[in-house]
C-alpha cells in the first residue's frame, strides 16, 4: 500500500510521518522548494547586519500553547523535547506601557489564573469579576451548549456578558484577534470559546505560552522530513512538485499528475496510490477535486454515512466559502540586544495615531537574536499603506509604547512580510469539511477541516493525524475501491 499525501504543511507532513511509523509508504508531494506552509522558514537574501550576512526568520512569527497537545507528542514522538525546542513559560500578557499585565502563577489549576487574576494590574475589582464571569461559561459553549440568537459573534457574546468597555479593548479584543486572526466583531464565539477553554480552563500547563527557539522548519519540517527517509526507505518527499491533477484508474488506485521541473526527481505521472490526502489550501484543494467524476451514488451516500462526508457539490461549494485574512509581520534588526524582561508584550493598537501593531517578541529570550518582530493580525486594515510607510508607523508605535521600559537599541534593518492569505477568516456558521470526501480513497487535511479551533498549527495538526488515522483503520481493505 502506498498513500500519497499533496502539501508539505504541518497537517501533510502529520499525516505522512504517522503513516509512515506505521509502516505504510507515503509520497509527499510539495508545489514549494521547501515543506512547511504558511509555517515555513525563510532564508533572505544577504543582510549585511546579520551573522553570515543571512537572515533567516519564519514567514511569520509563530507562538504555540501548551494546550497544543498532538503538535507536542508528535514532536516528542520525533524525537524532538519541547523543553528545549521552546521558550516555555506560565501565560503572560502584559502590555507594553506596563498598564495592564495578567500573568498566570505556578499553582494548580484553577488556582494559576485566580491567583494570576487577583493580582493583575490595571484591573479594578468590577472588571476582574466580570472577566471571571465570562470565562466560567467558556466551556460550556466549546461544548456545543446552544448561543442565545444574536451571540454568535465574539464582540456581542462580550457585550452580552457585560463586560467594561475597557476589559473589551484592552483585553479581549487583543486576546481575540491575536487567536483567530478575526476581530472580535465578527469572529465566531465557539471557536473562540474552544481556545479559551483548551488554554485557559484546563490545566495549568495548557495555558503555558511556547515560542520556538529555533525557525519552525529547522524545528519540525526538516525532522518530519528526515523521519520519512528512515526505516523502511520506501517513502519519498517531492519538493518543488506541484500536483496539477488527480485521477483514479480502472483498479481503483489514484494516480497524481505533477508539474515536472527541470530540477526535481518527481516522475511527471505517479500512479498506483491506494489512498490520497489532499493536505493543500481550499482553494487548491478544489482545483484537485474539480475535475473527478462523481462517485457512484451508492459509493457517495455510504461515504456520506459512514463519517460526514458531504456530497461533491457540497464540499465543493464549502471549499469556495473560505474567506481569508492577512497577517503581517514586521522584523527589526537591532545594534544590540534589548534589554526588557518581557519575551512578548501588547502594544496598543490605535488606528487615529496611526499605530497598527499589536505584538511585539523580544528575540533575545528565545533565540538570542538582536532582533524583535512586530506581529499585526487581521491585517486587512493595513492594506492602503505601503511597506515603507507600515513599517516607519509601527516603529513610530514601538517607540512610543515602549518609552517607559528599557531604551530600545537602534534600529539597523527591517523586513516586512505580509501573508495576505494567512489564514481561514473564522467567523460564524462557516461550514467547514470533514477528512472524509464523498470519493472513496481520498481525504483532505488542513487547518481548514472540522478541527473545532480556528487556524491554527495545532489544527493542522490533528487534522493531518485524524487523515491518516482514517487510512489506517481501512488499510485491510483497497482504500480506492469502492
Ligand atoms: C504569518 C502567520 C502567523 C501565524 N501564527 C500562528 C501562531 O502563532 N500559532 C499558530 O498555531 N498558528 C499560526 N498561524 C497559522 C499556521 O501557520 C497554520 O494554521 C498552519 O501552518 C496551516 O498548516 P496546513 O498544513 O493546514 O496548511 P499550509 O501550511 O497552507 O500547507 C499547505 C501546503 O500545500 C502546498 N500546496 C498547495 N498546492 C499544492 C499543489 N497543487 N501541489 C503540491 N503542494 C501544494 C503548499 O505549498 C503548502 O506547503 C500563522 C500563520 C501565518 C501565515
Keep these: 500500500m502506498t498513500v500519497a499525501v499533496i502539501g508539505a504543511g504541518w497537517a501533510g507532513l502529520a499525516a505522512a510521518v504517522t503513516l509512515h511509523q506505521k509502516g505504510v509508504a507515503t509520497h509527499v508531494f510539495e508545489a514549494a522548494p521547501r515543506p512547511g506552509g504558511r509555517a515555513r522558514t525563510v532564508d533572505w537574501p544577504a543582510s549585511a547586519h546579520t551573522p553570515d550576512n543571512r537572515l533567516i526568520t519564519d514567514n511569520g512569527q509563530h507562538i504555540l500553547l501548551g494546550a497544543y497537545t498532538a503538535t507536542l507528542d508528535l514532536m516528542r514522538a520525533l524525537g524532538r523535547d519541547p523543553d528545549t525546542c521552546f521558550l516555555g513559560y506560565p501565560l503572560s500578557l502584559e502590555h507594553a506601557r506596563g498598564s495592564f499585565a495578567l500573568n498566570a502563577l505556578p499553582l494548580p489549576a484553577p488556582l494559576h489564573l485566580l491567583a494570576g487574576l487577583l493580582r493583575a494590574r490595571g484591573l479594578n475589582g468590577r472588571e476582574r469579576l466580570a472577566l471571571l464571569r465570562q470565562l466560567s461559561s467558556v466551556r460550556a459553549i466549546a461544548n456545543g451548549r446552544p448561543l442565545p440568537a444574536g451571540l454568535e459573534t465574539v464582540q456581542a457574546w462580550l457585550v452580552h456578558g457585560h463586560q467594561p468597555e475597557t476589559l473589551i479593548q484592552g483585553f479581549w479584543a487583543p486576546l481575540c484577534v491575536a487567536a483567530m486572526n478575526t476581530a472580535a466583531h465578527e469572529a465566531c464565539t465557539r471557536l473562540f ?10 490545566p495549568a500547563s495548557a495555558s503555558r505560552i511556547l515560542i520556538p527557539r529555533r525557525p519552525l522548519g529547522e524545528l519540525w519540517c526538516d525532522t518530519a522530513i528526515k523521519a520519512l527517509s528512515q526505516e523502511n526507505g520506501a517513502s519519498r518527499f517531492y519538493p518543488g512538485t506541484p500536483v496539477r491533477g488527480l485521477t483514479r484508474q480502472a483498479d481503483g488506485t489514484f494516480c497524481i499528475h505533477t508539474t515536472r521541473h527541470a530540477t526535481d526527481t518527481a516522475p511527471a505521472k505517479t500512479s498506483g496510490y491506494s489512498a490520497v490526502i489532499v493536505a493543500t489550501p481550499p482553494r487548491q484543494a478544489l482545483r484537485l477535486l474539480a475535475n473527478l467524476p462523481d462517485p457512484p ?94 513599517a516607519r508607523a509601527v516603529i513610530a508605535q514601538l517607540q512610543a509604547q515602549t518609552s517607559t521600559r528599557a531604551p530600545l537599541p537602534r534600529i539597523v534593518a527591517h523586513k516586512l512580510i505580509i501573508e495576505k492569505r494567512a489564514t481561514f477568516a473564522a467567523v460564524p456558521g462557516l461550514v467547514r469539511p470533514a477528512n472524509i470526501t464523498p470519493w472513496p480513497g481520498i481525504l483532505v487535511a488542513g487547518d481548514w477541516t472540522d478541527t473545532g479551533y480556528p487556524a491554527v498549527l495545532e489544527g493542522a495538526v490533528r487534522s493531518g493525524l485524524a487523515a491518516a488515522r482514517h487510512v489506517l483503520d481501512h488499510r485491510t481493505q483497497p482504500l480506492g475501491t469502492p
Design 297 to 390: 451514488p451508492a459509493a457517495n451516500a455510504a461515504a456520506e454515512q459512514a463519517e460526514t462526508a458531504r456530497s461533491p457539490g457540497a464540499l465543493r461549494r464549502c471549499l469556495e466559502h473560505f474567506e481569508y485574512r492577512p497577517i503581517a509581520t514586521l522584523t527589526l534588526l537591532l545594534d544590540q540586544p534589548w534589554n526588557d524582561p518581557a519575551p512578548m508584550l501588547m502594544l496598543h493598537e490605535d488606528h487615529a495615531a496611526g499605530f497598527r501593531g499589536q505584538w511585539v517578541f523580544n528575540h533575545r529570550h528565545y533565540d538570542g537574536q538582536s532582533r524583535l518582530s512586530v506581529v499585526i493580525s487581521d491585517a486587512t486594515h493595513t492594506s492602503h499603506l505601503d511597506g515603507e510607510a507600515l
Design 193 to 202: 470559546s474552544r481556545v479559551l477553554a483548551d488554554s485557559l480552563t484546563g
